[in-house]
């Protein structure tokens, strides 16, 4: 495939500041590069500088092989159509005027519109599902409306490139993906696509691959599933992230999380959670936050309590998925609860595969510093009534039964308190 | 609406208005202290271009009344195609020669020229148009440079920037009058906004300015149309911007330069042409320079018929009749901006 869009060690910015230094990438023929980053981190201007908006201290831009340098406005918009972040539009033209104003560039001084002209933005115009508006005037339009008119307008240029500056961000969950299924189309019919994106999701989604822009340096470059990882996320964009893949539509999925500067400086203690299934997300989100220094309890890779603890950077044992806690598992969670202050039990339900794991924490804890989640009863019991024996037993002993996540971080701030623990 | 409907369009509006000059010259030479009718004025006219013998009551039509409608006509084209040039580069409705500064500049210009060839009227012909072209070109950059010290070129600085320039750009102008007295007489006669002293001399002055200034911008009314969508999506649609900027900014110039350098300052025809006619046909270039050009050309004839004839015989500056009639229009155009908030 060939490159139609080169950076080549290009230095970009505006008069007396660079913003973006020594940018290598190219975009081929038939592919979509996602352009993510931080606000202020320089996309805008990488893009700019194809239109000539942002100056080129340094390096080269190429479009098709030929430096920028060396095409004038008229070429360069025949090759490159960029969609704006924001489109004005005081003033009333119909809608299909504006979009005629995209074949600027094709038409000689004083060459009017011609009937394939005039086609050409029917056929635009009912691809970006803005047909029915040919006649309105632009100044009554919606934000949306107008992000593909201008979309269409872009269209008629009939550009080999194609720059998106956070294209879709008027635009509702309908509209979004369709223009993105179009520009995905159009790409595949051998346009080249760069595309801001801050949405993460459809930068995963839509983009071949995708390029990280971070305080005026550009990269890491790569796949979705090469770029898109927690480690990033936490440098770029200072935010614990959970990456997985989304199970229905198969890309790659980021849910943020926390934002760093979110999380707790203080550590009034050490709390073990243990948890499973699913139930702990909460808990372990509301303990962090709190800042404790939470440790998770056996976790079977692939479930989300797994997820989120790696998300959110906490020790954690872990298991094969659906493997049995074994003794060495079990022998781990008992070291860890027993130099606890707290240990939690999130409500899981228990059966003969993670048993063990929950004799291990009873055993190990003093009844003072067990905190119980949910109440325990057969329903959550697939152990023969072995599990409920245990927790009714530890409960005599004196253990805390809480409601929810919110009680819990209540009890384990009472407990912690009482025992001076805060180191 | 197909390419070939807004030709048709295009077309019905310039004859439309065509026919309206047409008539509205012909009243304007029909009245005043001696009233001709149409048939005699069409009659001297038909006779002054076959150069066939003249009747006795043709002197009055040919050579008092007809320079001064033809050059009503010329200035008002002037004014109210410079008021679209300045709209569409300030991408701004209320932008106008006179509100900008650029008439009191070209003013300032002309009262320089005028007074450095007083006595000298061989001269006057080349250096007071000259002087007004400079005067107008160097007070829009300033006031440019001055409304974007901030960084952004706003709406509010623009307007500020030209009404404080006029102001001290109208006293030099005084200063100078004061200080020659001997060329004050002429001086101030011009500068009230008149067209009494039209002949055939300042129409054959101003024709070519105004022909040089609203041609290059005829032939680019499609970039004007793009420039309303901003100046950088104006580049991304492959306008060279910075230059097309500046070919506005002089065919502006030389277009005011003309108005005043043969009528001195006469204000608000820049600024309502223009509107009342985007009103009426919308804001496509293509149409609306055109349209304002003639439009411009009809109101300033009746613009100065009115002047002539209202309190007949004395007869007010033209100036006056703009400025009534346009300082309302200008704060009904404010409030309305202001309502749609």
């Known amino acids: ?423 | 609406m197909s390419p070939g409907s807004h030709t048709r369009r295009r077309i019905t509006a310039i004859a439309v208005l065509t026919v309206a000059l047409g008539i509205a010259m012909l009243a304007g030479v029909g009245f005043g202290a001696v009233s001709v009718t149409p048939a005699d004025s069409l009659g001297a006219i038909g006779r002054m271009l076959t150069g066939a013998p003249k009747l006795p009551g043709d002197a009055v039509i040919v050579d008092i009344r007809l320079p001064r409608v033809v050059l009503a006509a010329l200035v008002g084209s002037c004014l109210a195609s410079a008021g679209v040039l300045y709209q569409a580069l300030f991408r701004n409705p209320l932008a106008d020669p006179y509100i900008l500064g650029m008439s009191a500049g070209a003013g300032l210009g002309a009262v320089i020229a005028l007074t450095l060839t007083a006595g000298a009227t061989a001269l006057r012909f080349g250096l007071v148009p000259a002087g007004a072209f400079v005067g107008a070109i160097l007070t829009i950059i300033v006031v440019v440079r001055l409304a974007s010290l901030r960084g952004v070129l706003d709406v509010t600085s623009l307007l500020l920037a030209g009404v404080a320039l006029s102001y001290v750009l109208a006293a030099l102008s005084s200063f100078i009058m004061v200080f020659f007295r001997e060329s004050m007489t002429s001086v101030v006669f011009w500068m009230m906004g008149g067209l009494t002293g039209a002949s055939w001399p300042y129409v054959r002055m101003v024709a070519p300015m105004l022909v040089l200034g609203l041609a290059v911008p005829l032939f680019a009314t499609r970039e004007m149309n793009i420039l309303l969508l901003g100046e950088e999506r104006a580049a991304e649609l492959g306008v060279d911007v910075e230059r097309f900027k500046r070919v506005l900014l002089t065919a502006g110039s030389l277009l005011v330069a003309g108005a005043v350098s043969v009528s001195g300052l006469i204000g608000f025809v820049g600024l309502m042409t223009p509107h009342m006619v985007r009103l009426v046909l919308g804001p496509d270039h293509r149409v609306l320079l055109p349209a304002s050009a003639i439009g411009g050309a009809v109101v300033m004839v009746l613009a100065d018929l009115a002047a002539r004839t209202v309190l007949a015989p004395v007869e007010l500056p033209v100036g006056i009749v703009t400025a009534l009639v346009g300082g309302p229009f200008f704060v009904w155009l404010l409030v309305r901006r202001n309502g749609h908030r």
Request: proline residues 4%; charged residues 20%.
């Open chain 1, 1 to 423: 495939m060939s490159a139609k869009l080169t950076y080549a060690a290009a230095t970009l910015g505006y008069p007396g500041v660079d913003v973006v230094r020594d940018a290598t990438l190219s975009v081929a023929a038939g592919e979509v590069v996602g352009l993510i980053g931080p606000n202020g981190a320089g996309k805008s201007t990488m893009l700019r500088a194809v239109t000539g908006s942002a100056r080129i201290t340094a390096g080269a831009v190429e479009l098709e092989s030929r430096s920028l340098a060396d095409i004038g406005p008229r070429d360069r918009a025949r090759l490159v159509g960029v969609v704006p972040q924001q489109v004005s539009a005081a003033f009333s033209f119909s809608a299909r005027e504006f979009v005629l104003m995209g074949r600027h560039p094709h038409l000689s001084r004083l060459q009017q519109p011609t009937d394939a002209d005039v086609a050409l933005a029917e056929e635009v115009m009912a691809q970006t599902d803005t047909a029915r508006l040919a006649d309105e005037g632009v100044d009554t339009l919606s934000g949306g409306d107008l992000q593909r008119l201008a979309l269409a307008q872009v269209l008629v240029q009939q550009p080999s490139v194609l720059l998106l500056d956070e294209a879709t961000s008027h635009l509702d969950l309908n509209h979004r993906l369709q223009v993105l299924d179009l520009v995905r189309e159009l790409a595949d019919g051998g346009m080249a696509v760069l595309a801001v994106f801050h949405d993460l999701d459809l930068a995963a989604r839509y983009s071949d691959r995708i390029a990280v822009v971070d305080g005026g340096t550009l990269g890491p470059v790569g796949s979705p599933h090469e770029v898109l990882t927690g480690p990033m996320l936490a440098r770029v964009f200072r935010v614990r992230a959970v990456v997985g893949i989304d199970p229905v539509i198969g890309s790659v999925s980021v849910t943020p999380v926390l934002r760093e500067e979110a999380v707790g400086r203080v550590c009034p203690g050490r709390v073990l959670v243990l948890g499973g299934s699913g139930a702990a997300a909460p808990l372990l989100r509301t303990l962090y936050l709190a800042g404790y220094d939470v440790h998770a309890g056996v976790l079977n890779r692939g479930d989300i309590d797994h997820a989120v603890a790696e998300a959110l950077g906490l020790p954690l044992i872990d298991l094969p998925a659906f493997a049995e806690v074994d003794d060495a598992a079990a022998a781990r969670l008992q070291a860890e609860a027993e130099v606890a202050d707290v240990v939690v039990v999130a409500e899981i339900p228990v059966g003969r595969a993670n048993l063990p794991a929950l004799r291990a924490v009873i055993d190990a804890a003093s009844a003072e510093s067990l905190v119980l989640v949910g109440g325990f009863g057969p329903e959550r019991d697939y152990a023969g009534g072995i599990a409920s024996q245990a927790v009714r037993d530890a409960i005599s002993a004196g253990a805390t039964v809480v409601r929810d996540a919110e009680a819990a971080l209540a009890c384990v701030a009472g407990i912690t308190r009482a025992a001076g623990t805060c180191r």
